[in-house]
């Protein structure tokens, strides 16, 4: 309910702002006190396509706000398929005109791959909004709960991988990271899309095991540090998935970086 009450705001100058994207449907003044209805329709933050549908009696006149996150770094926006403008990243779009019964605003959030630095020199990989997480094979066993029942219940679940966890990833170069990295998205998204059966999005990657990162205290063991551990690494290079972080229960994001990739 948070998240969905902030989708939308009014704004100073008599118009209406998107600042947070999903679907729905927002009805509002504008203007002179006219009546307005947006459709937004779209599978962000899987998809990089968002589409507007405006709905009114009459043709009235105010400012759309739209808001270009800061990882995009170029959006693009068409009105009624008529290119409008190009704009740069971190800033909030300013659509102002006459706008009539049917209009389609269309904002296109190209989605780059990245990654970003972590714990012990690890890397993250990220699309658009979204950091992507190890798709691990999980046990879920049912454990009697012994220490106090009557406050937490007779019986909890644990879930311990079945496949496994401990990869590294292979050191690439920012240019290069799409020969490593490849996007594989459905083109449907489910009502439920955070879990690791209804992932919208997968991304395969090249890795390599460290046999010497183990389980410690029944959670993953210290981070090994990249370049100290990365030689210690199997010479075997796997293919690994990636799904998005919220769609997984065993969670391993942060990942040592091993060795290099070389394209010949």
Request: aromatic share 10%.
């Amino acid at each position: 309910p948070k998240f969905t009450q902030n989708l939308w705001y009014a704004t100073s100058d008599r118009g209406l702002a998107a600042l947070v994207y999903a679907p729905s449907q927002v009805s509002a003044q504008v203007a002179d006190g006219k009546m307005v209805s947006i459709l937004q329709e779209s599978n962000y933050p899987f998809t990089e396509t968002v589409h507007f549908r405006l709905t009114c009696e009459q043709d009235v006149e105010f400012p759309l706000h739209l808001r270009v996150p800061t990882w995009c770094e170029r959006a693009s926006v068409t009105v009624n398929e008529q290119p409008l403008e190009i704009a740069a990243t971190n800033q909030i779009l300013k659509i102002e005109r006459r706008w009539k019964d049917g209009d389609v605003v269309k904002l296109h959030l190209p989605m780059r791959l990245r990654l970003s630095r972590w714990h012990e020199n690890s890397v993250a990989v990220e699309r658009g909004p979204l950091t992507y997480a190890l798709k691990i094979d999980a046990e879920w066993n049912k454990v009697e709960n012994t220490r106090d029942p009557v406050r937490y219940g007779d019986s909890y679940y644990e879930v311990r991988p079945k496949s496994p966890w401990n990869y590294g990833l292979l050191q690439t170069p920012e240019d290069k990271l799409s020969d490593v990295l490849v996007v594989k998205a459905s083109d449907e998204v489910a009502s439920f899309p955070w879990n690791e059966a209804n992932a919208p999005v997968q991304i395969t990657a090249k890795a390599r095991r460290l046999p010497q990162w183990q389980l410690y205290n029944e959670s993953a063991g210290p981070l090994p540090f990249s370049v100290q551990h990365g030689q210690r690494a199997s010479d075997d290079i796997e293919e690994i998935t990636l799904i998005p972080y919220g769609c997984t229960v065993l969670r391993i994001s942060e990942f040592p970086v091993v060795g290099r990739y070389s394209v010949d």
